[in-house]
């Protein structure tokens, strides 16, 4: 795939909210390159979130991917994180294809300060991801490999 090529789906996404594309934006990419649409807190009000507690906030959306080769992923905006300490509650959403219902974002403030959402404000990001739905073959051993059982830094920091 050249880097000029890219995919594209669509889903079918409900306005539960009449301010959005209004008032409020509609979740979109902020650039040609974003992996992620920007989903915005649907509030009538600032709502805060004091330190290490979570709150739930409305998109004003509902989805229906439709497809179960697709779901959604819910991921935190780097920059909430990283300056504010807000991230997703459950640290990263599923929305499979079959729900249908509102899509809301758990939004915690692992920090030591306050943290005020603002009605519209970009709160998270929407990645729509490809995916393999597998069998589990049962087997008695698996085929030895270097690894092997090996994990949680079993190969050193540097």
């Known amino acids: 795939m050249s880097s000029n090529t890219t995919r594209s789906a669509k889903i079918s996404c409900k306005i539960l909210d009449p301010r959005l594309g209004k008032e409020i934006p509609l979740p979109a990419y902020a650039t040609d390159g974003s992996a992620g649409m920007d989903l915005r807190a649907c509030l009538d009000q600032a709502l805060e979130i004091p330190p290490s507690q979570t709150r739930m906030?409305?998109?004003?959306?509902?989805?229906?991917?439709?497809?179960?080769?697709?779901?959604?992923?819910?991921?935190?905006?780097?920059?909430?994180?990283?300056?504010?300490?807000?991230?997703?509650?459950?640290?990263m959403g599923i929305i499979d294809a079959d729900y249908q219902g509102e899509i809301k974002i758990s939004c915690w403030n692992r920090s030591d300060q306050s943290y005020c959402v603002a009605p519209g404000e970009r709160i998270a990001q929407l990645l729509i991801m490809p995916i393999t739905r597998v069998q589990l073959e049962l087997v008695e051993a698996f085929e030895e490999t270097k690894r092997a059982s090996g994990g949680f830094g079993h190969t050193g920091r540097l």
């Open 57 to 91: 906030i409305p998109t004003g959306i509902a989805l229906h991917i439709a497809n179960a080769d697709l779901a959604g992923m819910i991921v935190p905006r780097s920059g909430l994180g990283h300056r504010h300490g807000i991230v997703l509650g459950n640290l």
